[in-house]
């Protein structure tokens, strides 16, 4: 079982930047899937970024440009820099990890808050 947990986050002002991690507890096989989500309530659940082990990428179009997801596999991290932050930003924001084959998103972060001001 892989556990994730959250840290950064915060509260900025627009146009800020702000960075997220999450550290994995557990095996992680080369055919996993890391992804970056956020969701607000009263609206879908957005996915943001993913990284593969490998390092390849893919973006939502609405963080497109602004938000860079990478990681450091030896120490299990992924990170999340956020930037030119906008007010529609504000969401909570989680980690999670699948394997290629599964269609769903089994782990997940406990999700933490971020803020944007106008």
């Known amino acids: 079982q892989v556990h994730l947990k959250e840290s950064g986050g915060g509260s900025v002002q627009a146009v800020g930047a702000l960075r997220h991690s999450c550290a994995f507890d557990?095996?992680?096989?080369?055919?996993?899937?890391y992804a970056w989500f956020r969701h607000n309530p009263g609206k879908e659940r957005e996915r943001i970024a993913t990284?593969?082990?490998?390092?390849?990428?893919t973006y939502a179009d609405s963080v497109n440009d602004r938000f860079v997801i990478t990681r450091d596999n030896p120490k299990k991290i992924v990170k999340l820099q956020m930037n030119s932050l906008k007010p529609d930003d504000t969401s909570m924001y989680y980690c999670a990890t699948r394997r290629y084959d599964e269609v769903e998103y089994p782990d997940w972060g406990q999700g933490t808050q971020v803020t944007v001001s106008s």
């Open positions: 990284i593969t082990v490998p390092g390849g990428t």
């Open positions: 557990g095996f992680i096989a080369g055919s996993m899937i």
